[in-house]
Structures are given as structure tokens and as C-alpha cells.
């Protein structure tokens, strides 16, 4: 009798695990959801927000030492909305643009003092303003393709963190968030001509956040069009114009 009454104990005893289970999923996890849901989604917003933003800035500085404030990244082509994301005013919470400015500032923003910049918590020593300056000028007189490129890969590495703000604002904030749109791609990738030139300085400066190009020591780089030239110049480390420390990258026109 032991041995016959030992499958139906197993099949009882399997039957109220499953029951258990199914317990579990349908009722209990659910319900620990939506508290977790109803009390956390703003902290949870936050940190989307914040990983959006320094992930971008990341992405940007891999490929081109683009040292961002939070203000200028949110401005540039890369960030995914028209417009920063507004507080909460339904719930009196702010969607991460102080958690964000935290994160820039201790995680991504250089550390003038140390020369070191710290991305994803792991510190990387960053170039000699100078070397960063010839690579910055390498970089701007890439052209429009590279630069349009690196604004499709810096969107599709934050896409699944843009759809997901934007759904936790629309359900819980009663308003919708705007999509930037992507940066018209000009007709030329280098400029062939001095109009194309001076569009092109406006177009990048406009893509990357910037009111102008800046250098390494982050001053203002002084461009000139000449007659087959375009010409960016950084004053160098003393910051002075006309010096032999003066850092200069010439574009000949007409390279297309």
C-alpha cells in the first residue's frame, strides 16, 4: 500500500506547488508591482533620465573629447528632445534633471586639477588639453556625414531609454514629450566653397550645443574662411592670440 500511495503523494505535493506558483504570478507579484510602481516610478524616472544623458555624453566622448555640462549636452543634436524634461508639476517631482546634473558632474565631467574624467565609475586619465585640441579639429573638419552618423549612433544607444521617459511621463505626468528632430544633413560633406564654409561652422556649432567651437582648455576656437581655406585656431595653453603655443588645422576647400 506505501509503494502505490507514493505517486499519488508526489502528484499531491506537485499539484500544490504549481498551485503556489501560479499563486505567486497572477496575484502576488502583480500586486507587489503596482506598489513598487505607485511609490518608486518618479525614482526610477530619475535614473532613466540620468543614464539617458550620461550615456549620450559617453558615447560622444568616445568617439570625439566633447567635454559637456548638462545644460550644453541638452541643447546639442545628441539629446532626444526638443526641450529638457520638465518637472512633474501633478506629482511635485522633478524628472532627473538634478540627479542628471550630478551624474554629469561626478561621472563624466573633466577634473581640471587631476586631469581625469570618470565614465561608468571607472576613472580614465584624459589627453593633454593640447592633444585633445588636435583631436577636436580633427573632428570638426570630419564633415557632415561623420557628424550626422554619430548623432544616429548616440540616438539609437539611448532609444530604449527615450521611449521609456516618454511613457512614464504621458501616464503619470499628463503631458507628452516632443522628439527632437534629427539635424538636416547638408547637400555637401565638406564644403567645396567660402558659403558653404561659414554654413558649415554654423551647422556643427548648432549640432553640437555649442554657441561656438571650443578647444581642449575650453576657449573659444577662432575660425576664419579664406579664399580655399577654412582655418580653426586655439590660442593655446597661455590663451593668447598670435603665440607659438597656438594650435592651427587648415581645411582646403573643395575636397568633395
Excluded at 34 to 47: A, C, F, P, S, V
Excluded at 60 to 70: A, D, K, T
Excluded at 86 to 111: D, H, K, L
Amino acid at each position: 500500500m506505501g509503494r502505490r500511495s507514493l505517486p499519488i503523494w508526489i502528484l499531491s505535493l506537485s499539484a500544490t506547488c504549481m498551485i503556489g506558483i501560479l499563486l505567486l504570478v497572477v496575484v502576488l507579484i502583480p500586486l507587489e508591482w503596482r506598489r513598487y510602481e505607485t511609490t518608486q516610478w518618479i525614482k526610477l524616472g530619475d535614473t532613466f533620465h540620468a543614464r539617458l544623458i550620461v550615456e549620450g555624453v559617453q558615447t560622444v566622448y568616445e568617439r570625439v573629447p566633447i567635454l559637456y555640462s548638462l545644460a550644453a549636452y541638452q541643447r546639442s543634436a545628441f539629446y532626444p528632445f526638443a526641450h529638457p524634461v520638465p518637472p512633474c508639476e501633478a506629482t511635485t517631482m522633478s524628472m532627473g534633471c538634478e540627479t542628471a546634473q550630478n551624474m554629469v558632474i561626478f561621472r563624466v565631467t573633466i577634473v581640471q586639477r587631476e586631469r581625469r574624467i570618470i565614465i561608468s565609475s571607472q576613472p580614465k586619465n584624459l589627453p593633454a588639453a593640447e592633444k585633445r585640441t588636435r583631436q577636436l579639429f580633427a573632428s570638426y573638419l570630419s564633415g557632415t556625414r561623420w557628424w550626422y552618423g554619430l548623432v544616429q549612433q548616440v540616438r539609437a544607444n539611448t532609444h530604449e531609454r527615450t521611449d521609456y521617459i516618454r511613457k512614464i511621463v504621458s501616464k503619470w505626468c499628463g503631458y507628452s514629450v516632443t522628439l527632437r528632430p534629427m539635424p538636416v544633413l547638408p547637400s555637401y560633406d565638406l564644403p567645396r566653397t567660402p558659403e558653404e564654409g561659414r554654413h558649415y561652422i554654423r551647422w556643427l556649432s548648432e549640432l553640437i550645443g555649442f554657441d561656438q567651437l571650443v578647444d581642449g582648455w575650453g576657449q573659444s576656437v577662432r575660425w576664419e574662411i579664406r579664399k580655399s581655406y577654412i582655418v580653426l585656431c586655439s590660442a593655446g595653453a597661455d590663451h593668447q592670440w598670435d603665440t607659438a603655443d597656438d594650435v592651427v588645422a587648415r581645411l582646403r576647400l573643395g575636397q568633395n
